[in-house]
């Protein structure tokens, strides 16, 4: 996980754990599902026991459907959305140039490790890395799946958090692409192949 995101999550964190109190209307996030609306908070009898649930409404288009425990949704995950002053920070992260793990085990993991944290900071490096990846060699069935999995998560909170069209919010993210790709200059093709053979071969 990148400063930027620790950063982001510690803030999260504090925001959930002070006033994390969702009601019918509001908006946070789920883990690997993205913005939601509490439809509302319900009753259920749970083992005998009365338990209370969040009534989450996905809002990706699909109209699905999530219950949460109201004692367990910070456990699970379930945060607030970025704040609309942190965008540009956000965008600012996708230009950023980072290191790329040569080794693919390793970079599967890392992936799995940052789309599981929930930080959409996290979200923007995947999808950084794995875009700049494809500007080398042609990515493998699960590395497009798991770029096209964060860049949907990314384009559908800051559609939500600006009040914006996802259009226009994948928009900003791929204007944020090409920018960090102008600064790292041409891509050595030749070169990346060649490292990721064993001696070089």
């Known amino acids: 996980m990148s400063d930027t995101a620790i950063d982001h999550v510690l803030a999260s964190l504090f925001r959930v754990n002070s006033t994390f109190t969702l009601a019918a209307g509001d908006k946070a996030i789920y883990p690997c599902v993205g913005p939601c609306r509490i439809a509302g908070v319900e009753k259920r009898i749970v083992d005998a026991k009365v338990v209370m649930f969040y009534h989450l409404i996905v809002l990706d288009g699909s109209c699905?459907?999530?219950?949460?425990?109201?004692?367990?949704?910070?456990?699970?995950?379930?945060?607030?959305?970025?704040?609309?002053?942190?965008?540009?920070?956000?965008?600012?992260?996708?230009?950023?140039?980072?290191?790329?793990?040569?080794?693919?085990?390793?970079?599967?993991?890392?992936?799995?490790?940052?789309?599981?944290?929930?930080?959409?900071?996290?979200?923007?490096?995947?999808?950084?890395?794995?875009?700049?990846?494809?500007?080398?060699?042609?990515?493998?069935?699960?590395?497009?799946?798991?770029?096209?999995?964060?860049?949907?998560?990314?384009?559908?909170?800051?559609?939500?958090?600006?009040?914006?069209?996802?259009?226009?919010?994948?928009e900003q993210i791929d204007r944020a692409l090409k920018e960090r790709s102008a600064e790292r200059g041409p891509v050595n093709v030749l070169g990346a192949a060649t490292a990721s053979l064993p001696n070089g071969m």
């Not at 949460?68 to 540009?88: F, H, N, T, Y």
């Not at 789309?115 to 042609?138: H, M, N, R």
């Not at 096209?148 to 958090?161: H, N, T």
Request: proline content about 3%.
């Open 64 to 170: 699905g459907e999530l219950f949460i425990p109201v004692e367990k949704a910070a456990q699970v995950g379930v945060r607030l959305m970025i704040d609309k002053s942190e965008i540009p920070k956000l965008l600012a992260h996708l230009r950023e140039r980072g290191d790329m793990v040569g080794d693919w085990r390793q970079r599967a993991s890392d992936n799995s490790k940052l789309f599981t944290s929930g930080s959409p900071f996290d979200l923007a490096e995947i999808v950084a890395s794995l875009t700049e990846l494809s500007d080398t060699k042609s990515l493998t069935f699960g590395q497009s799946r798991t770029l096209g999995r964060a860049k949907r998560l990314l384009v559908c909170e800051i559609s939500e958090v600006m009040g914006e069209t996802e259009t226009a919010a994948e």
